[in-house]
């Protein structure tokens, strides 16, 4: 019996360690893809950043040519503010960030970061300006410690411990038997949707960069978690530029300005009590989430008491 056994688990192992290298080849690609769209321009300098203030100036884009996705966006966020952008589902919000990254060129107008259009500076000093927190977080198949670290190699472990304690993830990570050392991704600990975006803000905090991006997670979260997470991002948005892409509006009420896109276009801006007393989009979507929130809440007591 041993004689097939062995074999077959040799098998079984060689199989699991190839599709694992397939996967992390994928992810590579889709890297490399994303960068291989766009280039430098011969004369690309590295960004300066001093006043980080972030322009949207008249921008429109598409993907495809045949359907406009933002028609004319013109926006600003001035040094140290949070800008918070709303709307309908598919109406462009993620889009934004994309263009910021440089993942897209626009197709007319500008975006610039401290009066410098990010098509004229190189990419990679675009992206040490910039902190993304993404919507999901892919984790690299190592430690808690290096995912963290990852946002500023030569952090201290001090410092990578301050920014878990910031991110809220400390007491998490040290409740695991083996704490930052803890191998996360696909060989390890499977994180939760909202522990991975803590993971991603703790090495946002650790990058500390001067202008951030946050796209919030589009799926539901538990308000435990939310308030987690939403303390998190107040900690790394403090005193930075911030655009905050919000899939849900309980955490827009603090923005300096919350802009309401809807078809591509700013249908609403203002803050949170000058767009509820606009009575417009804003307050609708402001209304009917709510009555999901409250409906939700019911839900969760009905099945507490039952
Ligand atoms: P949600 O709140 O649902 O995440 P969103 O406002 O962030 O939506 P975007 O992700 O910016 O929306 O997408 C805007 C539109 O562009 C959508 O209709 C989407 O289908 C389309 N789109 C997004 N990415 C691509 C792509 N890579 N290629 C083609 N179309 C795309």
């Known amino acids: 019996m041993m004689q097939i056994y062995r074999p077959l688990n040799f098998i079984g192992f060689v199989y699991r360690e190839i599709r694992q290298g397939l996967t992390d080849i994928e992810q590579m690609f889709q890297l490399l893809d994303q960068d291989a769209e766009i280039e430098d321009k011969p004369n690309a300098k590295p960004i300066k950043v001093t006043g980080p203030v972030l322009k949207f100036n008249n921008v429109k884009f598409h993907y495809d040519s045949n359907r406009e996705i933002l028609k004319g966006i013109d926006f600003e966020v001035p040094a140290g503010k949070t800008i918070a952008v709303v709307g309908p589902s598919g109406a462009g919000k ?33 992206r040490t300006a910039v902190g993304m927190v993404p919507q999901d977080t892919v984790l690299f198949n190592d430690t808690i410690e290096y995912n963290i670290r990852y946002g500023r190699p030569d952090a201290s472990d001090e410092e990578v411990r301050e920014a878990a304690r910031l991110a809220q993830i400390s007491d998490f990570i040290e409740s695991l038997p083996d704490g930052f050392n803890t191998q996360v991704g696909e060989r390890g600990l499977k994180l939760s949707g909202g522990e991975k975006q803590r993971v991603a803000i703790a090495r946002t905090i650790l990058k500390s960069p001067p202008i951030l991006i946050l796209d919030e997670a589009t799926s539901a979260l538990d308000t435990q978690t939310e308030q987690e997470i939403q303390s998190a991002l107040d900690a790394v948005a403090q005193d930075r530029t911030t655009l905050v892409i919000a899939h849900r509006l309980s955490t827009v009420v603090n923005a300096d300005e919350i802009i309401v896109l809807r078809d591509g276009k700013i249908a609403e801006r203002g803050n949170h009590e000058g767009l509820l007393a606009q009575d417009g989009l804003y307050a609708q979507m402001w209304n009917r989430q709510r009555e999901v929130d409250e409906a939700g809440e019911r839900l969760r007591k009905a099945r507490e008491t039952a």
């Open 94 to 126: 993620s889009t934004i960030s994309r263009l910021i990254y440089r993942f897209y060129d626009v197709i007319e107008g500008s975006v610039e970061i401290d009066g410098q259009d990010v098509r004229d500076v190189t990419q990679k000093s675009l």
